[in-house]
């Protein structure tokens, strides 16, 4: 056990751990942190209820940021791909709603940035990744396989490599995979991403059997996987807060003692409400078949790297009830879910590239933490939503503890 020194002449309280097994270095954080009390402090606010298009947001599926601060949002509702200024004023579109080259049909969340500077956008609904030059021209296009839409972001690495992900169905179940395109758009090796064997379904049949409808039970502890910037595949663990990240030939282990979130009675029936009813959708009768919802939330429940490699591990926090006047009533005689009552903030634990604990980032109210915002350097654009539910593009400065004034 050790407890850091100084970092640029500041003291800091990070305590570690550090041990080696095998080719496997663990660094286990056991309190403190180098950034201490961080905030994010909000500089730039993008949006308005009503107003020019450049202005208005509808459904904000993705936003990247460039080397120069550029910001890109992909709005789905158009579709249009903008952008801004770092101050947040309005550049230019990049591509039309439409099918010919340069157009966008039904785009999701894949938008990218490579190093040189150009613009990705991945469009299942023309079935290609679609590469813009950062003055908006049309550069070309890459083919890609299936035209089903995803939340997985486009993950790029230092030499500019690009990871599209596929899922295909096998013998076995659904299955995962990462195929990585060249800077000439042609697919080249793929990285297969390991099931997640222990992980209990809950699952529907229709009376034909024509249908079949899974989910997880809520609260469950995964094995989140994401992509380093040397294109390696990160795993973790949220049960034990375990996080391996290949190195050479070895690897990094990050852990940190933290302390479970309980899941509270309230919650767990909201969640367990809204499951029977989905699940009902598909075999009328159904009833619970897997095990019970845990009264624990796991440690985290995402991974995800910055554009300097630090890793941000989106933890799960306490919920709190959504005021009544934030929920939108079911239409009278519809067979909408039940409406969801407890919303959890969104915080963040964030590592240095050697596992050092920069610290924890609690966010305001309304942030959302998908789309993924887009970190560089202290700067973070992400998506914010007031009490009326409008969107805007809020652009923050990270300012750790020792820097406050």
């Known amino acids: 056990m050790g407890v850091s020194g100084e970092a640029g002449g500041l003291p800091i309280a990070w305590q570690v751990a550090r041990d080696t097994i095998g080719d496997t270095i663990v660094v286990r954080t056991l309190g403190g942190s180098v950034w201490g009390d961080a905030q994010l402090i909000e500089e730039v606010r993008v949006g308005q209820f009503d107003g020019p298009e450049e202005l208005t947001f509808g459904d904000i599926a993705a936003i990247a940021m460039g080397l120069d601060g550029t910001v890109y949002v992909l709005d789905r509702q158009g579709p249009s791909l903008r952008a801004y200024s770092p101050a947040g004023e309005y550049l230019r579109d990049l591509g039309r709603a439409g099918e010919g080259p340069g157009e966008l049909k039904q785009p999701d969340s894949g938008l990218a940035i490579l190093p040189d500077g150009r613009v990705l956008v991945r469009d299942p609904g023309n079935a290609r990744i679609t590469v813009f030059h950062p003055d908006g021209a049309y550069d070309t296009e890459w083919r890609i396989r299936g035209s089903s839409s995803t939340s997985t972001p486009l993950y790029v690495d230092r030499e500019g490599g690009v990871y599209q992900q596929l899922f295909e169905f096998g013998d076995d179940g659904l299955r995962f995979s990462l195929v990585r395109y060249g800077l000439d758009g042609q697919p080249g090796d793929t990285l297969v991403i390991p099931p997640s064997d222990d992980l209990p379904q809950l699952t529907a049949l229709s009376s034909d059997g024509g249908s079949r409808s899974s989910t997880t039970v809520p609260f469950w502890p995964r094995?989140?996987?994401?992509l380093s910037l040397d294109g390696d595949l990160v795993m973790g663990h949220s049960g034990t807060y375990s996080i391996d990240i290949p190195q050479?030939?070895?690897?990094?282990?990050?852990?940190?003692?933290y302390e479970p979130v309980p899941v509270l009675p309230d919650e767990q029936a909201n969640w367990r409400e809204r499951t029977t009813h989905?699940?009902?959708?598909?075999?009328?009768?159904?009833?619970?078949?897997?095990p019970p919802i845990p009264d624990k939330k796991p440690a985290f429940r995402d991974l995800r790297f910055d554009s300097d490699g630090?890793?941000?591990?989106?933890?799960?926090?306490?919920?709190?009830p959504i005021p009544q006047d934030e929920i939108e009533p079911a239409e009278p005689g519809s067979n909408e879910a039940p409406p969801r009552r407890w919303r959890e903030p969104v915080r963040f634990d964030v590592f240095d590239v050697d596992g050092t604990y920069l610290g924890v980032l609690d966010t305001p109210r309304g942030f959302r933490a998908s789309p993924q915002p887009a970190v560089r350097g202290n700067v973070m654009w992400a998506v914010v939503r007031d009490q009326l539910d409008v969107p805007y593009l809020v652009r923050f400065r990270i300012v750790p503890e020792p820097d406050r004034p």
């Open 248 to 257: 050479g030939d070895g690897v990094l282990r990050i852990q940190r003692a």
């Open 223 to 226: 094995r989140p996987t994401t």
């Open 278 to 290: 989905n699940m009902r959708r598909t075999q009328p009768g159904w009833d619970w078949d897997g």
């Open 310 to 320: 630090r890793l941000w591990v989106q933890l799960y926090s306490e919920a709190e």
